[in-house]
């Protein structure tokens, strides 16, 4: 047996580079769109995939344990989660706020989390909404947002759901603002990452059971309402309307009041005919009747219901009620 070189891999070790290869190769020509594609999913089939699995882990498992947590646990306890979890995205919402050239609602954040982490018992309980400071949700893929960037294709994320390009980016930016990634602890630092999922899970049973009864395509859905409510978050809900902008790009119709109606085309016109030559009067022929006298006061029609032939009688004006309905005759 020939001994094989340190500095080369062996045929044993060249089969799964292979296999990776080919399983990369099988994924890309999965993602071939089709003329009907989304030109926002173009990886449609591969995030359907992506959703299945997703899917088959919520149904049995993460559900399941929200179930139990949500029939359970107290609900002050579960609201103290709630508010602890949401004091930590404070952090990271006032550091986005401020890249997105919004101080105001930088500052609003920040006394929310002083606020909530020094009289609120480290955030179990939220001081700040009853004291008047609203509550803003910024992460780091509407900061790109706002800076110009797309979102670029839609993208379906294992055990974390409906994502894109840009806020996949976004996501893992935003977690080196969260407070709990820096724990020592790993096995807190884990726990409290279980928990925050459970918890938001659990927050979402009444969706998922409405969503499951009235969508159709569950997928199309989910895409399109994700789709739509990032961009509303990134306009602060001022989103551009679609509608709008593909009117302007269109050419405008001709007005007709500014002689923008299309011409019809030029009728040729006949030479005019010479007209007849007038012939003699008949001396037969009835003669004209003289012109009325103005000084002859008109006929005036008789009394009563007999019409003169060749006379007709003045039209009586006409009642509001056969203005609104027509054929409705006013008894007197």
């Given at each position: ?92 919402s006032a550091v986005n706020n401020l890249l997105q050239g919004k101080p105001t609602r930088a500052a ?49 994320l294992p055990l974390f759901g409906p994502s894109s390009v840009r806020d996949t980016g976004g996501m ?161």
């Amino acid at each position: 047996m020939s001994a094989v070189p340190p500095g080369k891999p062996g045929r044993a070790a060249r089969r799964p580079a292979a296999g990776l290869m080919a399983a990369a190769a099988a994924l890309l020509a999965g993602c071939a769109t089709g003329p009907t594609a989304n030109p926002k999913d173009p990886l449609e089939p591969f995030n359907r995939e992506v959703s299945k699995i997703n899917e088959d882990f919520d149904k049995g498992i993460l559900r399941p344990v929200a179930e139990v947590y949500a029939d359970y646990m107290p609900t002050p306890v579960q609201r103290a989660v709630e508010n602890f979890f949401s004091n930590v995205s404070d952090v990271y919402s006032a550091v986005n706020n401020l890249l997105q050239g919004k101080p105001t609602r930088a500052a609003e954040d920040s006394m929310r989390v002083a606020m909530n982490s020094v009289l609120g018992l480290g955030g179990l309980i939220d001081i700040a909404t009853p004291a008047g400071l609203p509550k803003y949700k910024e992460d780091f893929g509407q900061t790109l947002g706002v800076w110009g960037v797309p979102p670029g294709p839609y993208l379906v994320l294992p055990l974390f759901g409906p994502s894109s390009v840009r806020d996949t980016g976004g996501m893992l930016v935003d977690r080196q603002f969260d407070p709990s990634a820096y724990l020592n602890a790993v096995s807190l630092r884990n726990s409290l990452v279980g928990v925050r999922i459970v918890a938001g899970r659990a927050q979402l049973l009444g969706a998922s059971n409405l969503l499951e009864q009235a969508a159709l395509d569950k997928y199309s859905f989910l895409r399109d309402s994700y789709l739509q409510r990032r961009q509303y978050l990134v306009y602060d809900g001022n989103p551009p309307d679609a509608e709008a902008d593909s009117d302007e790009a269109a050419p405008a119709a001709p007005d007709a009041s500014e002689g923008g109606k299309p011409e019809a085309p030029a009728v040729p016109q006949t030479p005019a005919q010479p007209a007849p030559a007038a012939q003699p009067a008949d001396a037969s022929a009835p003669a004209a009747a003289p012109p009325a006298d103005a000084s002859t006061p008109a006929a005036t029609p008789p009394k009563g219901d007999i019409q003169p032939e060749g006379q007709s009688l003045p039209v009586p004006p006409v009642e509001p009620m056969q203005r609104i309905v027509p054929g409705v005759i006013r008894i007197r």
